[in-house]
């Protein structure tokens, strides 16, 4: 081999390497977490601050063609976190503060479209046509996101919705949620009947 044709092949290789060092450090972001009913209202979640300290947001992805932001209000304290991370240039990833909460504080996540006007919540009272348009989960970290509660939201009002809780995707760090089945409060009932049978039986004896 000529020492051109060397050149060359060597100049292709490392074109090469550098094409695909380039595209591994793009991130590489999942789709959202899917809303397992699909077409249905999700459950209204009941979000609390897991501890004292501040509440981080990071921005996971969207499917909205509105331009929509996301806020928090702290029902606590009655101090709303401003608006944060718009859908349509903000890349995933990006984290911001949303402010300095005590645990247990009672939260809520609100979602601003501008687009239409409105604004939605987590809390249906807070929302514009009344319904809940958060979905949370479990988020067990990843794509350079640390653990916490994935929230996914709709940005279209009952009637125009899909219900698919994908429009737009976060992830919060330092909330608890809670939405208890009724199996699941049914299932608490009865261990403290049983309970209470146990501690009878043991003061009659």
């Known amino acids: 081999m000529s020492t051109d044709k060397r050149g060359n092949a060597m100049k292709k290789a490392i074109l090469v390497l550098l094409v695909m060092m380039s595209i591994s450090v793009v991130p590489m972001f999942a789709g959202a977490i899917p809303h ?6 999700a459950p209204t979640n009941s979000f609390t601050a897991a501890f004292t300290g501040n509440i981080t947001g990071y921005f996971y992805g969207f499917s909205a ?40 504080d009672v939260l809520v996540f609100k979602l601003w479209d501008v687009t239409s006007g409105l604004t939605f919540a987590s809390n249906p009272s807070m929302s514009a046509d009344g319904i809940n348009h958060a979905y949370a ?3 067990a970290g990843g794509n350079g996101i640390p653990a916490g509660i994935f929230v996914g939201m709709e940005d279209l009002p009952l009637g125009q919705s899909d219900l698919d809780y994908n429009d737009d995707q976060f992830v919060f760090v330092n909330v608890n949620t809670g939405t208890p089945e009724p199996g699941t409060l049914v299932m608490v009932g009865s261990g403290l009947i049983g309970l209470a049978g146990i501690l009878r039986r043991k003061i009659n004896l």
């Open 36 to 41: 397992p009913n699909s077409g249905t209202i």
């Open 65 to 104: 063609g509105h331009t929509d932001y996301v806020g928090m209000l702290n029902v606590t304290t009655s101090v709303f976190s401003g608006w944060f991370f718009n859908n349509q240039t903000t890349a995933p990833g990006t984290s911001a503060d949303f402010g300095l909460v005590t645990a247990g």
């Open 137 to 139: 989960t479990d988020f």
